[in-house]
């Protein structure tokens, strides 16, 4: 089982919907973040939670630290949105374990 | 200003070819992270260097990956004897504080070994 789950793998949505993003953990961590990736490989850096909660413009992450468990929501979804989403955890040790990507594609 | 580049962005090598590629990170950015992602999965942690020092490097996946960076800035993944399962993207990203904060990814270099 791998240490950070994610779901679903792949999310089919249109153009105004609000967006569930799933991650769950399973080792003690101090710091998760949420990350974006778009076709050509490029990452960004969308958040960095340790507890609570985080908003920028349309996009909303929340961690639930008890219950090893981070969303990232969206709302108002565009198709410029369409990316894989990639939670990581900075493990107890300062190492760096990625989930496998959420794949979100907007239908106009 | 620039951001973090990678070079070449596209590598094709036959089996066996030793490959280098390189990495230059945001200027005045202290640490330095090299990750392998495989198609379809997350990346993966190979290694990482504060400054000149190479600080970690418990990812890599066997002796013929080899990381340096000797003046702090720009840095060189090296892979010898090139095997298939190495075909990744390569991504690079350097941050201006020690650990995984702020971090600030290259576009990748595509491997792909034939």
């Known amino acids: 089982k791998n240490e950070v789950e994610q779901s679903p793998q792949n999310l089919t949505a249109q153009e105004g919907e609000f967006i569930t993003i799933n991650c769950s953990y399973s080792v003690g961590i101090s710091a998760l973040h949420w990350l974006q990736q778009h076709p050509g490989g490029g990452i960004v850096s969308l958040f960095m939670l340790s507890s609570g909660k985080k908003k920028h413009g349309r996009l909303i992450a929340t961690i639930n630290i008890q219950e090893k468990h981070s969303s990232l929501h969206i709302t108002a979804s565009h198709p410029r949105d369409s990316a894989v989403y990639i939670c990581?955890?900075?493990?107890?040790?300062?190492?760096?374990?990625f989930g496998k990507g959420t794949r979100l594609h907007i239908l106009p | 200003g620039a951001g973090v580049s990678q070079s070449p962005r596209y590598k094709v090598a036959k089996r066996g070819q030793d490959v280098a590629l390189r990495c230059d990170p945001i200027s005045g950015h202290v640490s330095l992270f090299w990750y392998q992602q495989a198609l379809g999965q997350g990346p993966e942690f190979l290694t990482y260097?504060?400054?000149?020092?190479?600080?970690?490097k418990s990812g890599l996946p066997s002796d013929r990956f080899f990381a340096e960076r000797p003046e702090g800035s720009v840095s060189t993944l090296k892979i010898q004897r090139t095997q298939q399962e190495d075909s990744a993207v390569y991504l690079c990203?350097?941050?201006?504080?020690?650990?995984?904060?702020?971090?600030?990814f290259g576009p990748g270099t595509r491997l792909t070994v034939t």
């Open positions: 990203a350097s941050s201006p504080k020690p650990v995984f904060y702020e971090q600030y």
């Open positions: 990581a955890v900075l493990n107890r040790d300062d190492k760096i374990i």
């Open positions: 260097f504060q400054n000149e020092a190479q600080l970690d």
